[in-house]
């Protein structure tokens, strides 16, 4: 009995092991707390830096104290703003409270300003007094009617340091009305801003019947150092190419797409060898990254007689624009 006994005891495995297991909740009471309002200064800006200027406006800078005071003391947060379309913002007022905030917060230091809706007239001259370093201006115009092309014009005239300018017309209204010329601007950027090297100007479709033609390439021939330049269903000719192509000998890059006034014939192919890059007026649109509308091809079309002497037409005298 006693070696049967001391047998099965030899041979029985060794219970295992187990690793002690706190109490529930005891261990969650032991780990560190994070504060994210301890966050380094340099930490806090480069998360910051990864958000939406609006959701900087409306959300992050409201967490805290601390974040509240990056978000309103710190300009170089503010060096780059882009106010894009957000559903906070969903009146004007609103989409221009937030505007002159962002701006008042870079303390002189915006280099570069990008609006998807367009404030008034008021907001420019600001814009230009209080961000004289501005490099970068890039407008998305959806409806015009709070600007007129004066106080654009007055405001670019403040920014010598200007280097690129785009006006995009994202809508047929915003293309319909006495925003559809900007060669007024043309002059006054090539009359004040001798660092320009990238020009965009896009209208949201082509209008064969637009009154416009060459006036605003004879104004962008001026500006000698210009560099990359996309007109987007533009009135241009053969004169006004040929004007650009002379003026600015500086031109790499040229987007001339729905531009169908335009004729590449046998000279000006001679005249465009020297360019890096070239998108010609019937070149695919898979990359262009505005809306934009169906050319307006037929001079006896409703749709043509109907957009041509629209009520926002500059040169017709029975246009509200006309007098602005």
Known sequence: MASSSSSSIRHRRPPLVEHEV????????????????????????AVLGRLDVVDILVG????????????????ELWR????????????????????????RRSAG????????????DQFFLFLADAAPQLKSLRLFFTSCYKISKRGLNVAIKKLPMLEELELSLNTSSATGSGFCSFAETCAAAAGACPLLKRLRLNKHQFHWGSDFGDSEA????????????????????????????????????LDIRHCF?????GEMGARRARLQTLRLPDD??????????????????PEEERQYWSPGDPDNIF???YFR
């Open 22 to 45: 706190p109490p529930e909740g005891k261990g969650n009471e032991e780990e560190e707390t994070r504060d994210w309002a301890e966050l380094p200064l340099d930490a806090l800006l």
């Open 60 to 75: 992050a800078g409201h967490v805290c104290r601390p974040w509240r005071r990056a978000a309103r003391e710190e300009p």
């Open 80 to 103: 780059n703003i882009h106010i894009r379309r957000h559903a906070k913002l969903a009146a004007a007022d609103q989409i221009e409270a937030a505007m002159g905030a962002a701006v």
């Open 109 to 120: 230091r915006c280099e570069a300003f990008w609006a998807d809706d367009v404030a008034g």
């Open 218 to 253: 004879m104004e962008i021939a001026k500006i000698s150092g210009l560099q990359s330049l996309q007109l987007f269903g533009n009135s241009l000719g053969n004169d006004g190419l040929t004007a650009i192509l002379d003026g600015c000998v500086s031109l790499e890059s």
């Open 261 to 265: 006034n335009v004729e590449m014939d």
């Open 284 to 301: 695919s649109m898979d990359d262009y990254e505005l809306s934009f509308g169906s050319p307006v091809m037929d001079p006896g079309s």
């Open 319 to 321: 246009s509200s624009w």
